[in-house]
């Protein structure tokens, strides 16, 4: 089912293609063991009109952990260049299907703004249909953009501490089972193994079917449920880096859950502090 605020079709977006309020942004971003060049990519071939939308240098340049949210300033500068702002519908794709796009979903969601859908299936799915690509730079005019932050979608390492302790919250963990378990080591060197006490396991790929696209919401829900997942209780979405989290958050969103937040550090900075304890074994 198409909606314009969590996921649309190829078919959606192959309609709505000419439409003046509409704005793409490819948000393809890889793994470094994926050698992948995202950019290089984009400029090869793009869904008409798409602007490229750089997760590594649209963050918080100020923290050393990876790609964290960035500063309301800068997004709105960023968004203004590429001429995104108030009245847009934005659709966001990646080279995958779904992995980064959902990322920057949730980051327009963070800073307020609804009109943003994730491209169901990607530029995979659009490419395996046949449908139009091209290698020219988009055209782009300013557009002021408003920007209101919403605070309670993102979580920071005290409040993921205190949740875990509480346990008034789920913490959802989008990482592969091995490395949930601490079987299998960190694509980040120096981190610990092993996961959040209390936090349930649900690798981002098993809210996605083998096409690329997500589950429909009742498949959705029993996938959380079979992960011991109490959905009466507000979630906080994990991963490594806080990218696969947000594809959690784009799940729980389509089965009409709001009260979930993102867990932004995520394992990056979990992992390294000696003082935060680590679980390998449900609880």
Known sequence: ????????????????????????????????????????????????GARFFDIDEISDARSELPHMAPPVEKFMSRMRAM????????????????FSAARVWWTFKLMGKDDIAVLDGGLPKWQSEGREIEDLPPMVRDRHMTVQRRAHL???V?????????????????RSAARFRGE????????????????????????????????????????????????????????????????LSLALERIGKTDHSLYDGSWTEWGQFPTLPVATTED
């Not at 498949?219 to 594809?247: N, R």
Request: proline residues 7%.
């Open 1 to 48: 089912m198409d909606d314009p605020k969590t996921l649309v079709s190829t078919e959606w977006l192959a309609r709505h293609l000419k439409d003046p309020d509409l704005r793409i942004l490819d948000a393809s971003w890889y793994m470094p063991s994926m050698n992948r060049d995202p950019k290089a990519e984009y400029e090869a071939a793009h869904i008409p």
């Open 83 to 98: 001429g995104v702002g108030d009245g847009h519908q934005v659709v966001v794709y990646d080279g995958m299907g779904i």
């Open 154 to 156: 993102v979580r920071d």
């Open 158 to 174: 005290t409040q993921v501490s205190a949740a875990s302790k509480l346990k008034d919250h789920e913490i959802i963990d989008a």
């Open 184 to 247: 299998a080591p960190e694509p980040r060197e120096g981190l610990r193994s092993g996961h959040i006490p209390g936090a349930r396991n649900v690798p981002f790929d098993a809210v996605l079917s083998e096409n690329g696209t997500m589950k429909d919401p009742e498949a959705l829900k029993a996938v959380f449920e079979a992960a011991g997942v109490d959905l009466s209780k507000p979630a906080i979405t994990s991963c490594g880096s806080g990218v696969t989290a947000a594809i």
